[in-house]
């Protein structure tokens, strides 16, 4: 009977519990915004479900933050989880769709997400992650339908739209993948990878004035992004704009060192200056460059000309 009544748990114990699990949760999310990948905050997610094992937030939480460390398998094991605590819940469908993508295991993927519409018809995200597997496996007809089924239940979401305008982007279909990164553009005005993509079509039909506004657009939120400062220094650069080219390639430049093309384009506009105002500081420069891109890749041709040609010069 003692024993009995030592292993009897009482309300307040698993009240007790359960306050404790929030705890530990609330820590695991803190951590979480600090490091996107803690070792912490995943041990806190642990220690959430080890005090409260219906915790689905702890249990998704824990699926994306394996999904960020690429561990696929584990990930699928806190998000199967989390679809037997909530079965009827199309957003942890749509989590589990995802890991099973992630996997490329893209029938249970479609089929996660067929069971997030089941419950939702309604469903934008499970309706757009069918139409790029859809896309992924070359149907590509079905996944446009998709794509535009997914903008008509609700125009105001960005994810259709930009999915939709990459699958035109990548089919040469630039005045309708054009309309599509618009339509993002005006539901979330600093969309970095429309704006990109944006810039860089302007780029590719010489259309400089309108590459050059997406592209300064994007760098306002996005002072960082080497890949749009090298774009745009390839635009001032076809414009004959040698001194803002110079200026945008040197910032990508202090991004990342190691870009070869920036470096022989930046070499050769600093040659051509050097040219009209010969000085042996200026050669030493162009030179110095160009053997550092040789040191990188010994076979870049343009580089070999380049310093053929500077050396000729006496400097």
Same mark, same amino acid.
Request: charged share 30%.
């Given at each position: 009977?003692?024993?009995?009544?030592?292993?009897?748990?009482?309300?307040?114990?698993?009240?007790?519990?359960?306050?404790?699990?929030?705890?530990?949760?609330?820590?695991?999310?803190?951590?979480?915004?600090?490091?996107?990948?803690?070792?912490?905050?995943?041990?806190?997610?642990?220690?959430?479900?080890?005090?409260?094992?219906?915790?689905?937030?702890?249990?998704?939480?824990?699926?994306?933050?394996?999904?960020?460390?690429?561990?696929?398998?584990?990930?699928?094991?806190?998000?199967?989880?989390?679809?037997?605590?909530?079965?009827?819940?199309?957003?942890?469908?749509?989590?589990?769709?995802?890991?099973?993508?992630?996997?490329?295991?893209?029938?249970?993927?479609?089929?996660?997400?067929?069971?997030?519409?089941?419950? $939702? %018809?309604?469903?934008? *995200? #499970?309706?757009? +992650?069918? &139409?790029? =597997?859809?896309?992924?496996? @070359?149907? !590509?007809?079905? /996944?446009?339908?998709?794509?535009?089924?997914?903008?008509?239940?609700?125009?105001?979401?960005?994810?259709?739209?930009?999915?939709?305008?990459?699958?035109?982007?990548?089919?040469?279909?630039?005045?309708?993948?054009?309309?599509?990164?618009?339509?993002?553009?005006?539901?979330?005005?600093?969309?970095?990878?429309?704006?990109?993509?944006?810039?860089?079509?302007?780029?590719?039909?010489?259309?400089?004035?309108?590459?050059?506004?997406?592209?300064?657009?994007?760098?306002?939120? $996005? %002072?960082?992004?080497? *890949? #749009?400062?090298? +774009?745009? &220094?390839? =635009?001032?650069?076809?414009? @004959?704009? !040698?001194?803002? /080219?110079?200026?945008?390639?040197?910032?990508?430049?202090?991004?990342?060192?190691?870009?070869?093309?920036?470096?022989?384009?930046?070499?050769?506009?600093?040659?051509?200056?050097?040219?009209?105002?010969?000085?042996?500081?200026?050669?030493?420069?162009?030179?110095?460059?160009?053997?550092?891109?040789?040191?990188?890749?010994?076979?870049?041709?343009?580089?070999?000309?380049?310093?053929?040609?500077?050396?000729?010069?006496?400097?």
């Amino acid at each position: 009977m003692c024993l009995l009544l030592a292993a009897k748990i009482t309300f307040g114990d698993i009240l007790d519990k359960k306050k404790d699990a929030q705890k530990w949760f609330l820590k695991g999310c803190l951590l979480d915004e600090i490091d996107s990948i803690s070792e912490e905050a995943i041990e806190a997610y642990k220690k959430t479900i080890q005090l409260d094992d219906t915790y689905v937030d702890a249990y998704i939480n824990l699926g994306s933050l394996y999904i960020k460390k690429e561990d696929y398998k584990t990930a699928l094991k806190y998000f199967s989880k989390a679809v037997q605590l909530e079965p009827n819940s199309p957003a942890v469908y749509n989590n589990l769709g995802y890991v099973y993508e992630k996997m490329e295991r893209f029938g249970s993927a479609k089929r996660m997400y067929e069971n997030a519409i089941q419950l $939702n %018809p309604r469903d934008v *995200e #499970a309706h757009t +992650n069918i &139409a790029f =597997i859809l896309e992924l496996q @070359g149907d !590509y007809n079905q /996944a446009i339908e998709l794509y535009q089924k997914a903008i008509e239940i609700d125009p105001g979401v960005t994810s259709p739209h930009f999915c939709l305008a990459v699958l035109y982007d990548r089919h040469d279909m630039f005045d309708e993948a054009l309309e599509e990164y618009d339509n993002v553009i005006e539901i979330e005005p600093n969309h970095a990878k429309a704006l990109f993509n944006i810039g860089t079509i302007y780029l590719q039909h010489g259309n400089h004035a309108l590459a050059v506004k997406s592209f300064r657009k994007l760098l306002e939120t $996005n %002072p960082d992004l080497w *890949e #749009a400062w090298s +774009n745009l &220094a390839l =635009i001032y650069d076809e414009m @004959g704009n !040698y001194e803002e /080219a110079v200026k945008a390639y040197k910032k990508s430049l202090s991004f990342d060192l190691l870009q070869e093309k920036v470096h022989v384009n930046l070499a050769q506009i600093e040659y051509l200056h050097y040219k009209k105002n010969p000085d042996e500081a200026n050669w030493k420069s162009v030179r110095d460059r160009l053997l550092f891109v040789l040191s990188i890749n010994p076979e870049n041709k343009k580089a070999q000309r380049l310093l053929q040609e500077l050396e000729g010069i006496e400097g």
